[in-house]
């Protein structure tokens, strides 16, 4: 197929490496193997204790047998350059960073997303993705950023390298992260609360909302708190005595 319309998942391109004196070479397979799982449609190559690949070539099963070559593809994930700001968010020296990768800096539990993502920016897959993740300071606390990765490639189509923007969210991170437990916390002594602790308005159109109310609303109403109550209070209403619902409704309103 031309890789467009069909064959897009490049069943049959031939990937060729060529890395320490080694020459490597695989194939994308398809369809499935045993017990009906389906193959890996991505190619992995590991190049050992190589910090590049000299020449990387796919042979793209097209009816043109179209080849592409990329020279000197970085597998080390080093820094090229950086600005004052990134040290400072990071809290090291322009001469650390360079001597290093973007590993030493990540925290363990955002790694693998990095390599991911760096896999795909550099076969083309992807040209720029926008992720927050986790970078590791000296003194051993974490720091959140937004981070803007884009591919860059010369005028034949071959990888180059990645230009990063990273923006300092830390703050607003461990904002919510406080609320969240405030969250955490209001709910579990909520529902601790003998009855129903809930949340009432009126908007302007004059629809009732429930959008909080505690576990108790289950046990008396038999009406789920997450549920269509939060967009509609006529369903806790209609489950009250109809000689106490004006009452209720009023007690509500005030």
């Given at each position: 197929g031309n890789g467009t319309t069909t064959n897009r998942a490049a069943i049959g391109a031939k990937v060729t490496v060529k890395a320490g004196g080694k020459t490597i070479v695989r194939?994308?397979?398809g369809g499935y193997g045993h017990f009906g799982m389906q193959n890996d449609l991505v190619?992995?190559?590991g190049v050992g204790a190589c910090d590049g690949v000299d020449e990387l070539t796919v042979r793209w099963?097209?009816?043109m047998g179209t080849t592409q070559k990329f020279e000197?593809?970085?597998a080390d994930g080093r820094l090229l350059e950086v600005n004052a700001r990134f040290c400072e968010i990071v809290g090291r020296s322009r001469d650390e960073l360079l001597a290093g990768s973007f590993r030493e800096l990540t925290h363990p539990d955002d790694l693998a997303d990095d390599e991911d993502l760096l896999r795909r920016l550099v076969a083309g897959q992807v040209l720029r993705e926008n992720r927050e993740k986790r970078y590791l300071r000296p003194d051993g606390t974490t720091?959140?950023?937004q981070l803007t990765v884009t591919a860059v490639f010369d005028a034949q189509g071959r990888f180059q390298h990645t230009v990063t923007?990273?923006?300092d969210i830390d703050q607003r991170r461990r904002a919510e992260a406080a609320l969240q437990?405030?969250?955490a916390l209001f709910t579990k002594l909520a529902d601790r609360v003998p009855g129903v602790l809930l949340q009432f308005n009126v908007d302007a159109q004059g629809v009732a909302r429930v959008p909080y109310a505690s576990r108790g609303l289950r046990e008396l109403f038999e009406l789920d708190p997450d549920g269509a109550v939060r967009d509609d209070a006529r369903l806790m209403i209609e489950r009250v005595a109809k000689g106490?619902?004006?009452r209720v409704w009023e007690t509500l309103e005030r």
């Amino acid at each position: 197929g031309n890789g467009t319309t069909t064959n897009r998942a490049a069943i049959g391109a031939k990937v060729t490496v060529k890395a320490g004196g080694k020459t490597i070479v695989r194939e994308v397979g398809g369809g499935y193997g045993h017990f009906g799982m389906q193959n890996d449609l991505v190619v992995h190559v590991g190049v050992g204790a190589c910090d590049g690949v000299d020449e990387l070539t796919v042979r793209w099963p097209d009816a043109m047998g179209t080849t592409q070559k990329f020279e000197r593809v970085p597998a080390d994930g080093r820094l090229l350059e950086v600005n004052a700001r990134f040290c400072e968010i990071v809290g090291r020296s322009r001469d650390e960073l360079l001597a290093g990768s973007f590993r030493e800096l990540t925290h363990p539990d955002d790694l693998a997303d990095d390599e991911d993502l760096l896999r795909r920016l550099v076969a083309g897959q992807v040209l720029r993705e926008n992720r927050e993740k986790r970078y590791l300071r000296p003194d051993g606390t974490t720091l959140w950023v937004q981070l803007t990765v884009t591919a860059v490639f010369d005028a034949q189509g071959r990888f180059q390298h990645t230009v990063t923007v990273a923006l300092d969210i830390d703050q607003r991170r461990r904002a919510e992260a406080a609320l969240q437990e405030r969250e955490a916390l209001f709910t579990k002594l909520a529902d601790r609360v003998p009855g129903v602790l809930l949340q009432f308005n009126v908007d302007a159109q004059g629809v009732a909302r429930v959008p909080y109310a505690s576990r108790g609303l289950r046990e008396l109403f038999e009406l789920d708190p997450d549920g269509a109550v939060r967009d509609d209070a006529r369903l806790m209403i209609e489950r009250v005595a109809k000689g106490q619902r004006k009452r209720v409704w009023e007690t509500l309103e005030r």
